[in-house]
C-alpha cells in the first residue's frame, strides 16, 4: 500500500541545467586554483547529450561548459541511463562531494585527477646492510 507515502514532484529546466553547470564549473576551477590536474572523466546523462535534444538545446552542453573553463584539461567520459555519485545539490557551495553513493539521473558527474602535494624530504635510498640495520634499529626498535 502507498498510503501515507511521499510523493516528489519536479520540473526539469535544461536552462537552469545549463546555469548550474556554469556555476559548478566555476567552482571547480576556483576550489582547485593552484591545483595540477592531470585530466578528468565525465559521466553525463543521457537525457542532457551529447546532441541538441528537448532538454538542453546545445550540442554536448556539459562537455563544453568544463572546456570552457578548463581549456588545457583533457577530459574523456561517455553518456549514460543514470549516473553514479554522490547526491548532487543544485547550487552547492563545496563542488567536492562525498558520501553515500546513489544513482541520478539528469545529472553530470566529474572526476578530476589532482597530483598529490608531496612533503619534500631527503630520502636515503642506500639499502646496503648496514643502512638497512640502521634504519631498523633507529625507526622501529625504538619504542
Same mark, same amino acid.
Request: with cysteine; hydrophobic share 40%; net charge negative.
Given at each position: 500500500?502507498?498510503?501515507?507515502?511521499?510523493?516528489?514532484?519536479?520540473?526539469?529546466?535544461?536552462?537552469?541545467?545549463?546555469?548550474?553547470?556554469?556555476?559548478? $564549473?566555476?567552482? %571547480?576551477?576556483?576550489?582547485?586554483? *593552484? #591545483?595540477?590536474?592531470?585530466? !578528468?572523466?565525465?559521466?553525463?546523462? +543521457?537525457?542532457?547529450?551529447?546532441?541538441?535534444?528537448?532538454?538542453?538545446?546545445?550540442?554536448?552542453?556539459?562537455?563544453?561548459?568544463?572546456?570552457?573553463?578548463?581549456?588545457? $584539461?583533457?577530459? %574523456?567520459?561517455?553518456?549514460?541511463? *543514470? #549516473?553514479?555519485?554522490?547526491? !548532487?545539490?543544485?547550487?552547492?557551495? +563545496?563542488?567536492?562531494?562525498?558520501?553515500?553513493?546513489?544513482?541520478?539521473?539528469?545529472?553530470?558527474?566529474?572526476?578530476?585527477?589532482?597530483?598529490?602535494?608531496?612533503?619534500?624530504?631527503?630520502?636515503?635510498?642506500?639499502?646496503?646492510?648496514?643502512?638497512?640495520?640502521?634504519?631498523?634499529?633507529?625507526?622501529?626498535?625504538?619504542?
Amino acid at each position: 500500500s502507498l498510503e501515507g507515502a511521499e510523493v516528489d514532484f519536479f520540473y526539469l529546466n535544461g536552462e537552469a541545467c545549463c546555469e548550474d553547470m556554469d556555476l559548478t $564549473v566555476r567552482k %571547480l576551477r576556483e576550489q582547485t586554483q *593552484g #591545483e595540477e590536474i592531470l585530466g !578528468a572523466i565525465m559521466f553525463s546523462c +543521457n537525457g542532457r547529450g551529447p546532441e541538441r535534444g528537448g532538454l538542453i538545446p546545445e550540442v554536448m552542453a556539459d562537455a563544453t561548459r568544463f572546456a570552457k573553463v578548463f581549456p588545457d $584539461v583533457p577530459c %574523456l567520459g561517455f553518456y549514460a541511463g *543514470g #549516473e553514479i555519485g554522490p547526491v !548532487a545539490l543544485a547550487g552547492n557551495r +563545496n563542488v567536492f562531494r562525498k558520501g553515500r553513493a546513489t544513482v541520478q539521473g539528469f545529472t553530470a558527474v566529474f572526476c578530476l585527477f589532482i597530483v598529490p602535494a608531496v612533503e619534500r624530504r631527503d630520502y636515503n635510498l642506500d639499502d646496503c646492510p648496514d643502512s638497512v640495520q640502521a634504519y631498523v634499529r633507529d625507526r622501529l626498535l625504538l619504542s
